[in-house]
């Protein structure tokens, strides 16, 4: 009887279905808590929505996510939240496979590298929600499987498509591109890659293009985020807090010392034109230079996660790489943080859930406050602050657009602001997401009473620039 060997066991062989597998099960919960927690998946279930119901292309924001609206508009009004987030969870099941096959040409630390990539706590956070990250990622992760495999044009085509789910990572041409320079192929591959994700790129942004032309286009991405201001100082902060915090603080500080202690092996690796280092290394700057000019959401940093792995397989031996996954994947679920959140940041050693129990914590509450609507017993005239926009509103059965009036209208077009009224037929119980202080006695003024919802109230303050007691705004708790 044939038996199988040490090398040939039942996890060797199937450790990758169990895996994915566990993949699948730890992303469940997430299925069916709405689109996400950030506003942005909510604004693109609504164009994918729009899409669907009148033909009509509505961008979500600019400047402009093309490919993953249409391919939501698919599953948004048949499925709802529930199959929008399962396509995003299909397509991370594709990224970790595709991961596996490349870290298998690739790493020494393969087993580690595929845990470490499929539980780091941001693609957890983001694989089972209606967001374009993962979609973008996959797209990256196949062009750099294609060029490994020296098919230049495929590889210029999912490059092309990586940045129809997520402009910003088209920038990711630098690190693949450099990988064909270290690889010494034909330099005429550069040339073909270049034209090919700039032909790709161009035909899925033809949307935009055709409703907006090349200068509106860009002048109305400019305006729409004209709004973004990030003093210097304030940049740097955000930027090295979000940074470390994108792994984790423990996990960044054995990274920062693994790196350190080994840097003689990365040395080492570029004199002798190392492909993997060179644009591992060049990959993760490429993408930290990006995260500088806007350091908002730490998701922002996804793409530079497969260069960073890569290198930390290069350059760990195995036993800190063992102790790099394991806090990688801890992060997710706890983490020591410097900033205390109360009323009001402060700094001070925190220890809270880590990212994937907070996206599922914000969640759920997020659904529980658009229930809560159909139950607030308030004045006849009211106006109550959510924070939020379409995730407030979209599919929300208890409101609706507000009536026209002089009130609406001023608040509407100064602000851009979406107002609501309940859906039982309550004109004068407002919803807005914010209100800025002339505006809180604007609506004062006319009657109103303002108030704001709990988890609103520190972003409201943070955009608004006054405190919610401060103008006597009373808080409701859920």
Not at 465 to 476: F, K, N, T
Request: aromatic share 10%.
């Amino acid at each position: 009887m044939h038996r199988l060997s040490s090398n040939d066991t039942f996890l060797s062989r199937y450790w990758l279905y169990l895996v994915l597998s566990a993949v699948v099960f730890t992303r469940v919960p997430f299925l069916w808590t709405g689109y996400g927690a950030d506003a942005d998946a909510w604004l693109v279930a609504n164009s994918a929505s729009t899409l669907r119901n009148t033909g009509t292309y509505l961008e979500s924001r600019l400047p402009g996510y093309p490919l993953h609206e249409i391919v939501s508009a698919l599953f948004v009004p048949s499925g709802g939240a529930p199959l929008s987030n399962a396509a995003t969870l299909v397509a991370t099941l594709i990224a970790v496979y595709i991961w596996n096959s490349i870290v298998q040409r690739l790493a020494r630390h393969q087993k580690m590298l595929v845990i470490a990539f499929a539980f780091s706590p941001v693609i957890w956070q983001h694989s089972a929600v209606t967001l374009d990250y993962m979609w973008s990622l996959l797209a990256i992760l196949l062009s750099l499987h294609a060029i490994l495999k020296q098919r230049i044009v495929l590889a210029g085509i999912a490059l092309g498509i990586a940045a129809g789910f997520r402009p910003a990572n088209l920038v990711a041409v630098v690190p693949l591109l450099s990988l064909i320079i270290a690889q010494r192929m034909d330099r005429r591959q550069l040339l073909k890659l270049a034209f090919v994700t700039c032909a790709t790129t161009t035909a899925v942004f033809l949307p935009l293009v055709i409703k907006y032309g090349i200068t509106g286009w860009f002048t109305a991405t400019r305006e729409q985020m004209s709004d973004v201001h990030l003093e210097p100082v304030m940049r740097v902060a955000a930027f090295l807090y979000r940074s470390i915090y994108f792994i984790g603080p423990l996990t960044a500080a054995v990274a920062g010392y693994v790196l350190f202690v080994n840097r003689v092996v990365a040395v080492r690796s570029i004199r002798v034109r190392d492909p993997i280092i060179l644009a591992s290394i060049i990959g993760v700057v490429t993408f930290l230079l990006l995260f500088l000019w806007l350091p908002l959401e730490r998701a922002y940093l996804l793409p530079a996660l497969p260069f960073l792995l890569l290198l930390m397989d290069r350059c760990s031996p195995r036993r800190a790489f063992s102790v790099f996954t394991v806090l990688l994947v801890l992060s997710g679920l706890v983490t020591v943080d410097v900033i205390q959140v109360g009323n009001r940041r402060a700094f001070g050693v925190n220890v809270h859930e880590g990212m994937v129990f907070e996206e599922l914590h914000n969640r759920t509450q997020m659904l529980r406050e658009r229930e809560a609507v159909g139950s607030y017993s308030l004045p006849e005239k009211a106006i109550v602050m959510t924070s939020d926009g379409p995730s407030f509103w979209f599919e929300n059965p208890h409101v609706e657009p507000a009536g026209d009036s002089s009130l609406i209208h001023s608040l509407s077009y100064s602000q851009g602001h979406f107002l609501l009224t309940q859906k039982a037929g309550n004109p004068g119980l407002l919803f807005v997401a914010y209100l800025k202080q002339h505006e809180v006695a604007l609506v004062r003024e006319a009657g109103y009473q303002v108030y704001c919802l709990a988890r609103a109230k520190q972003h409201v303050e943070h955009v608004t620039g006054y405190a919610i007691d401060s103008m006597s705004i009373s808080v409701l708790e859920q």
